[in-house]
């Protein structure tokens, strides 16, 4: 007998549970650090004097967005001193996380990055710190919202961390850039007070999700599985554990770093042969980036081999997760829910990449930018968020997905559509309110998806890895957006942006009839 679908006046209901609200104060802690490394502090920078090239740099700074699966298993295994046996597995490394989020915007706010070379290079470190523990905070928030609510409730919950996320985002964007100019720095007026203030008054922003993390209970579903698994891995252990992740860390950035020069040189000469620059750069990237992952497996093999840490602590936090997801799913189907996970944002999110840029080149202003597409835009992707989630309990998660695929194949021709025309401000605004408002419903649901396929037993893994996933071929790719444009033009860039969209709806379709997810 097929479950009636719930009636629209209680769909709605859901959001005023405790879990919900949650996560918008979490979400809006989550949003914060992101642009304070990016548009604000290249910003700052270019304010402050400091060339652009330079700038461009400190956009790394954020890579750990990218691999924080790698030091995912720590926070699953880890016991924090004293904070674990007070808060609690979840929340203690989230207040820890904030801390240090907190504590690198302070130290921020306090550089000048016009007084020299070591004052960017104090500026650099502390971006780091920001990426990395901001990094951090998404991973446990994650496992947060995964463990502290049912199935059910996930695509509210994903709705209400994307409103709170894009709330925070607003507030160290364009909030910022108010604060910095009312504090009295503009272009050509540099003043270090004002961003000093600025960067002081994010950090206090910051104190939103640490009242919600200290007011908030541990996951029943987390304190559960700590009860479960007890481990019997001494202190002795963990810290072993801990070395052999900073040591494997460290040869990755040594290697990484080391193979610059080789790469740049293996760029040109392999240029002719691969069609052009843009491919060899893609392909020795992508080499020195998979040599890097394999010099850090073998210094974990040596690690196991010369018995300097537990191996079955390494197994259980790096290997197990992995096998589960293998094991549940059988081969094909993880495989392909991989490459489905890698690929479903990937029109969307190539086309973003220039986006800006496209506006700026048919002639609208940075203020019409700023009005439509960032604020307007904001508000019709948190607009979609919350669509999606109530579409979502509605009528089923993978319906949702596939909505949101097609919705984002068939708004990306709009811009085809905005090419064609040109500059058209009541155009502009269909195109971005279509586009983000697909965006929103798109993310929702996709959200609620990745936190189905997790498994509770290693829900800070396995998500940070399908996370770092669905971001990762995407940015590979839009890094070359600028090229394609160059050889194409816009308006069949537009089209091959919305065609790279046309696959995924092909493997949702295989997909949907293979799996079948929690209600």
């Given at each position: 007998m097929q479950t009636p679908k719930p009636l629209w006046r209680t769909t709605w209901q859901p959001f005023l549970q405790a879990q919900v609200i949650t996560m918008l104060f979490l979400g809006f802690s989550a949003g914060i650090p992101l642009l304070l490394i990016f548009s604000s502090l290249s910003l700052w920078l270019v304010e402050a004097g400091i060339e652009r090239a330079t700038v461009t740099y400190f956009s790394w700074a954020a890579l750990g967005y990218s691999f924080k699966f790698l030091w995912a298993p720590l926070i699953?295994?880890?016991?924090?001193?004293?904070?674990?046996?007070?808060?609690?597995r979840r929340r203690a490394w989230l207040i820890l996380a904030q801390i240090l989020v907190i504590s690198a915007i302070v130290i921020m706010a306090f550089i000048d990055p016009s007084e020299g070379e070591d004052a960017l290079l104090l500026m650099a470190f502390a971006a780091i710190l920001l990426g990395f523990s901001s990094a951090t905070q998404d991973i446990v928030i994650d496992a947060y919202r995964i463990e502290s609510a049912d199935i059910s409730l996930q695509a509210l919950m994903s709705s209400t961390y994307i409103a709170g996320y894009r709330i925070g985002m607003l507030a160290s964007g364009a909030g910022a850039l108010?604060?910095?100019?009312?504090?009295?720095?503009?272009?050509?007026?540099?003043?270090?007070?004002?961003?000093?203030?600025?960067?002081?008054?994010?950090?206090?922003?910051?104190?939103?999700?640490?009242?919600?993390?200290?007011?908030?209970?541990?996951?029943?579903?987390?304190?559960?599985?700590?009860?479960?698994?007890?481990?019997?891995?001494?202190?002795?252990?963990?810290?072993?554990?801990?070395?052999?992740?900073?040591?494997?860390?460290?040869l990755f950035i040594l290697t990484f770093v080391n193979l610059s020069t080789f790469v740049t040189s293996a760029k040109e000469i392999l240029a002719p042969y691969l069609g052009g620059m843009p491919i060899s750069r893609f392909i020795m990237e992508f080499l020195r980036l998979a040599l890097s992952l394999i010099s850090m497996g073998l210094m974990a093999y040596l690690f196991i081999y010369f018995k300097l840490v537990d191996k079955q602590l390494v197994w259980g936090s790096y290997i197990a997760p992995v096998y589960d997801f293998f094991q549940r799913y059988g081969k094909t189907i993880a495989l392909v829910l991989l490459v489905f996970i890698g690929f479903y944002r990937v029109s969307d999110i190539v086309l973003g990449v220039?986006?800006?840029?496209?506006?700026?080149?048919?002639?609208?202003?940075?203020?019409?930018?700023?009005?439509?597409?960032?604020?307007?835009?904001?508000?019709?992707?948190?607009?979609?968020?919350?669509?999606?989630?109530?579409?979502?309990?509605?009528?089923?998660?993978?319906?949702v997905l596939f909505l949101g695929a097609l919705l984002t194949v068939a708004t990306n021709l709009l811009f085809m559509l905005l090419a064609s025309t040109g500059n058209n401000i009541s155009l502009l605004y269909l195109v971005i309110s279509a586009d983000n408002l697909s965006a929103g419903i798109a993310s929702a649901a996709f959200?609620?998806?990745l936190s189905n396929l997790t498994n509770t037993s290693f829900t800070a893994v396995q998500y940070a890895i399908f996370s770092s996933l669905m971001t990762l071929a995407p940015k590979l790719i839009g890094g070359y957006s600028g090229s394609i444009v160059e050889s194409i033009g816009y308006s069949n860039f537009f089209l091959l942006a919305s065609l790279m969209g046309v696959p995924v709806l092909f493997l949702l379709y295989f997909l949907n009839k293979h799996i079948t997810l929690n209600k």
């Amino acid at each position: 007998m097929q479950t009636p679908k719930p009636l629209w006046r209680t769909t709605w209901q859901p959001f005023l549970q405790a879990q919900v609200i949650t996560m918008l104060f979490l979400g809006f802690s989550a949003g914060i650090p992101l642009l304070l490394i990016f548009s604000s502090l290249s910003l700052w920078l270019v304010e402050a004097g400091i060339e652009r090239a330079t700038v461009t740099y400190f956009s790394w700074a954020a890579l750990g967005y990218s691999f924080k699966f790698l030091w995912a298993p720590l926070i699953d295994r880890l016991p924090l001193p004293f904070l674990t046996r007070q808060l609690g597995r979840r929340r203690a490394w989230l207040i820890l996380a904030q801390i240090l989020v907190i504590s690198a915007i302070v130290i921020m706010a306090f550089i000048d990055p016009s007084e020299g070379e070591d004052a960017l290079l104090l500026m650099a470190f502390a971006a780091i710190l920001l990426g990395f523990s901001s990094a951090t905070q998404d991973i446990v928030i994650d496992a947060y919202r995964i463990e502290s609510a049912d199935i059910s409730l996930q695509a509210l919950m994903s709705s209400t961390y994307i409103a709170g996320y894009r709330i925070g985002m607003l507030a160290s964007g364009a909030g910022a850039l108010v604060l910095a100019s009312y504090f009295g720095s503009e272009k050509g007026h540099y003043s270090y007070q004002a961003w000093h203030w600025t960067y002081l008054s994010m950090a206090l922003f910051m104190l939103v999700g640490v009242i919600t993390t200290l007011v908030i209970p541990e996951p029943p579903r987390s304190v559960a599985q700590i009860q479960k698994q007890q481990s019997p891995h001494s202190t002795k252990h963990y810290i072993q554990f801990l070395m052999l992740f900073i040591c494997c860390i460290s040869l990755f950035i040594l290697t990484f770093v080391n193979l610059s020069t080789f790469v740049t040189s293996a760029k040109e000469i392999l240029a002719p042969y691969l069609g052009g620059m843009p491919i060899s750069r893609f392909i020795m990237e992508f080499l020195r980036l998979a040599l890097s992952l394999i010099s850090m497996g073998l210094m974990a093999y040596l690690f196991i081999y010369f018995k300097l840490v537990d191996k079955q602590l390494v197994w259980g936090s790096y290997i197990a997760p992995v096998y589960d997801f293998f094991q549940r799913y059988g081969k094909t189907i993880a495989l392909v829910l991989l490459v489905f996970i890698g690929f479903y944002r990937v029109s969307d999110i190539v086309l973003g990449v220039i986006a800006n840029v496209f506006f700026q080149e048919i002639g609208f202003t940075k203020i019409q930018i700023a009005t439509v597409v960032k604020t307007f835009g904001l508000f019709m992707t948190i607009a979609g968020g919350f669509l999606g989630g109530i579409l979502a309990v509605r009528f089923g998660v993978m319906k949702v997905l596939f909505l949101g695929a097609l919705l984002t194949v068939a708004t990306n021709l709009l811009f085809m559509l905005l090419a064609s025309t040109g500059n058209n401000i009541s155009l502009l605004y269909l195109v971005i309110s279509a586009d983000n408002l697909s965006a929103g419903i798109a993310s929702a649901a996709f959200v609620a998806f990745l936190s189905n396929l997790t498994n509770t037993s290693f829900t800070a893994v396995q998500y940070a890895i399908f996370s770092s996933l669905m971001t990762l071929a995407p940015k590979l790719i839009g890094g070359y957006s600028g090229s394609i444009v160059e050889s194409i033009g816009y308006s069949n860039f537009f089209l091959l942006a919305s065609l790279m969209g046309v696959p995924v709806l092909f493997l949702l379709y295989f997909l949907n009839k293979h799996i079948t997810l929690n209600k």
